[in-house]
């Protein structure tokens, strides 16, 4: 038995030390924000990676959009948070999509560029600046290659879990820490993709306080079905309303321009 024991402590090391050497030594810059990341793809992959998926994403929402005047909203107003931005100069292949889901309020974005929004969230934003807001916040997500990230992230910790698991012959404990921290990482994802939805949005001319308005509409949507915040992946809305509230003022110190659209 003692020996097995010792066997067992030599594999849950080796097992820790390889995913963690896997993640570390799996660097690269990211194009756009010129921040070194742990992401083993290349903005290639991410791409073929999201287009494959696609069809699959839009087919759990309903399919695309019969309505083609909302559509042609969410492209246009889409390819303008686009063109006018530093997202231009990133090496994705931004493609804007309504989905025809009427019930389930989301947004989303696939890696490489794929962006989605049902017809649901579409209906509660009330200005052209609040949905360059919900745009912008995904086109944020591709940016800042979340996915990509999220994928060697968990990678190292199921990693880290397997050890875990072989050293004290349960894997219950190790699976539910590894999934916690998954969310934490969530989390400040999302902060910073609001952050790219203001810059970008502003950037393009919208006004970014519309930002606050999709909190709101965010805050109403999650009314009754709300997760304590330290557990749930996505911050409070309100918590996020004072972050961007920091945002804005650290961004305009004399007050936000006048004339961007609303
Ligand atoms: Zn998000």
Redesign the pocket.
Known sequence: MQSLGKIRIIIALLIAGVSALMYFTNTSVNPVTGEKQHVSLTPQQEIAMGLQSAPSMAKEFGGLSQNAKATALVKQVGAKLVAKTVAATSPYKFNFHLLADPRTINAFALPGGQIFITEALLGKLRTEGELAGVLG??IG?VIERHSAEHMAKSRAIQGGAASVAVLTGESQSAQTAAAMIQMRYGRK??LE?DKWGMKLGAEAGYDPRAMMGVMEVLAQASKGARQPEMMSSHPLPESRIIAAKEIIAKTYPNGVPSGLIK
Do not use: K, L, R
Request: hydrophobic share 0%; net charge negative.
């Open positions: 916040h995904e997500h994802d999302e993709s």
